[in-house]
């Protein structure tokens, strides 16, 4: 029982030269595993047709299904299409229900049907068409029976992924479900506060006690490393099997084990304040709104999240944060006694149960002698009193932002732990 | 004269199911991009020696330089040495300098020497070593006369940027310059207010009058649209050539431009708040901190942003948002009233210059038939007065939640326009 197989090639110059980030080919792959595909190569390659045509020869023989996205849209020279014609010996026809479509998005917007978009309906002979409702381009399905099948899809993410979801997922599904293929499955554990290579060293006793199928990843992140389990096998068995993997590995984990449940760690705060029944809200300084956005980013957080204040400049802390003056004077911004002063009004001020600031240099100016790139103040207040923790992060701007809000939510983390 | 031609190998299980997004490649595929190389693939393969070894022997003929990120570091099985070892037909060999670090990188964390980091030290005889100073794995550097070169680095982001900063870049750089390549240089066109496809029409008049050598792409983002000019040949030339494509341009975009310096959107609010000097306040519902953490992602953004209000529930927007509870009850959160009342408030409060208020139903849950997910209310005070519009995004939390942030920029630099 071998794996189905999948390639993911992205299709443009502006991936390849850094222009732009490629999130399509982590969302498809993301998808293609869930489904328990085996994603055995993505590649990235420019607009031309040689280079499609002799990726397409070359990925063939080794996989089951090929997904390329890009090349296709309003201001490409539809490249894509004429390759997929070229490699499959199609004949282009015009799709009468993708022009349909294309006269009625141009009525809506007040447009006429234009050449360029006319074009847009044109697809190779074999093909399958696959409707994209939030866009032009139309996706297409080479499904064959000899050789590698072909999904073809816009670049744009979002039309990319309402097509994928609406019309590949459900035959890859089927493909995969009827060809007796094995199945992949993954448990990610969360932790915090024990370095990678030392939770390396913990778990190297009983790595042999572990089943054989199941592989384990290290995945570092802004103060925390995941633990990513992935068993491939009988899709009967695997979840057993990695039941079976968690239980030997969490005692080895301790304290440090936050989640066992592929969440992250804004998720992890939500279920825990909505367990124990604790609102929250923020004061930001030099993370100016990202920690709020970040808790924010999860649906249902207003279930636990009142808002807060993002005092970036001096004035605010003064005027809506209850910062005293002299303690701005006496021992700045940057402080143990600002962020104490911050995190005590703002519970009170918002009636939260907790509540959290963070005041630091992000830099890339700003630094001292004393207080340098990197600095940052937190302080979470609650029922029991306020506690406060000085970080010193790095040189960069985003990374200190990023770790300051991962490091503020440890903290509130720590209090709930211990109320 | 050709171009110096690179190809990106990630390699990396995690990175190839999905579980992580790839950062790497883009961040070193910019870097080479604006040394005037022409990456030419990127591909993400397993963590196996065969995929490296085939890879390397897979691209070898057809670039200059092969970059490879990933499996390198504590938790790795160090295949990545391996399979380099075995292309380059080199012994393993404890590089001393790499093991004096590691002595001191293990002590100042208050740790022994392991096996497991000992083996860091271990290069092939043929590699120039690269120091990490952030982390453990150095990277290595394997120049050749005859077939590509090699550069290798570990996966962790900052420990990739750190080496490739220090040691790979200078390096690169004498390469191209010394070589007799030619070079790429980009113009990155900022626009908004104008579809993808209407842009590329406007254009279309002129498109034979440009340079051959330059090439445009269009790159849609969160309301707005790039255009990506960038022209290859000989170093003394290509800035006159692009100063020449964005002279036609610019004429055809009109307003629709916002910039022609490769900025981002929100770069260009900070500079014209501070040409102008106007400062800025926002009060943030649905976005929780997301606009706020926008503008606070750029160096000195303190010259002209106060700060605001996360007003994620209906109480704060009362209580600290100046909005009237029958405007809560009779109107809702998401309504011009509510956003009107908020952006006049905040500005008073905060006496900034301008104010902007978001509130809108990001999604999934929370809409309705009359406030159907992704309406969102923005409005923006100045000392003319105030005023609102609605917007009506998509399904998309993320989306609904980046366009607005994108849209409340837009509001305020029409503002500033018209001041």
Redesign the interface.
């Known amino acids: 029982m071998h794996s189905y197989r999948v390639a993911i090639v992205?299709i443009g110059?502006?991936?390849?030269?850094?222009?732009?980030?490629?999130?399509n080919?982590?969302?498809?792959?993301?998808?293609?595993?869930r489904l328990g595909a085996h994603?055995?190569?993505?590649?990235?390659?420019?607009d031309s047709v040689s280079a499609i045509t002799a990726t397409l020869t070359s990925l063939n023989p080794s996989v089951e299904l090929i997904i390329t996205t890009g090349g296709l849209?309003?201001?490409h020279d539809d490249l894509t299409v004429a390759a997929l014609a070229e490699f499959f010996g199609d004949e282009l026809v015009e799709d009468i229900s993708t022009l349909e479509y294309l006269h009625q998005y141009a009525a809506a917007?007040g447009?006429n049907m234009?050449e360029?978009?006319r074009k847009q309906a044109l697809v190779p002979s074999s093909a399958r068409v696959l409707p994209n409702r939030?866009g032009?381009a139309p996706g297409l399905l080479f499904a064959r029976r000899e050789g590698a099948s072909v999904v073809v899809l816009p670049g744009?993410p979002?039309e990319m992924e309402a097509i994928m979801t609406e019309s590949v997922i459900p035959w890859l599904t089927e493909q995969i479900g009827t060809g007796g293929y094995s199945v992949?499955r993954?448990r990610?554990l969360l932790t915090a506060g024990v370095?990678?290579?030392?939770?390396?060293?913990r778990i190297e006793p009983i790595r042999s006690q572990l089943p054989a199928e199941v592989?384990i990843?290290?995945?570092?992140g802004a103060m925390t490393v995941r633990l990513?389990l992935?068993a491939r096998g009988n899709v009967d068995s695997v979840e057993k099997t990695l039941d079976h993997a968690t239980a030997l590995l969490t005692p080895l984990l301790g304290t440090s084990l936050l989640s066992d449940r592929n969440e992250r760690l804004v998720e992890v705060l939500q279920r825990r304040c909505i367990e124990q029944q604790k609102t929250l809200a923020?004061a930001?300084s030099?993370?100016?709104?990202?920690?709020?956005?970040e808790?924010?980013?999860v649906?249902?957080?207003?279930a636990y999240?009142?808002?807060?204040?993002?005092?970036?400049?001096d004035?605010?802390k003064i005027?809506?944060g209850g910062v005293r003056p002299e303690t701005l004077s006496t021992y700045g911004a940057v402080s143990q006694q600002t962020v104490e002063e911050l995190s005590r009004y703002i519970r009170a001020?918002?009636?939260s149960d907790i509540a959290v600031a963070i005041s630091g240099v992000?830099?890339?100016?700003g630094g001292t002698v004393e207080k340098p790139v990197g600095t940052v103040w937190i302080a979470v207040a609650d029922r029991h009193g306020v506690q406060a923790r000085k970080f010193l992060f790095?040189t960069?701007?985003?990374?200190n932002?990023t770790r300051a809000c991962a490091a503020a939510i440890l903290m509130v983390l720590e209090r709930l732990q211990s109320d």
Chains 1, 2 share one sequence.
């Open positions: 992205s110059d502006e991936v390849l030269n850094g222009d732009t980030l490629n999130t080919a982590q969302w498809i792959a993301t998808q293609c595993t994603v055995v190569e993505q590649r990235t390659i420019p849209g309003p201001t917007r447009r234009t360029r978009l939030v032009t744009v979002r992949v993954e990610v370095p990678e290579s030392e939770l390396a060293d592989d990843a290290f995945l570092p990513r992935r923020v930001e030099c993370t100016g709104g990202m920690l709020g956005a808790i924010t980013s649906p249902g957080s207003s999240f009142l808002g807060g204040l993002i005092c970036y400049s004035a605010v005027h809506f001020a918002y009636g992000a830099g890339p100016g790095t960069d701007r985003q990374t932002r």
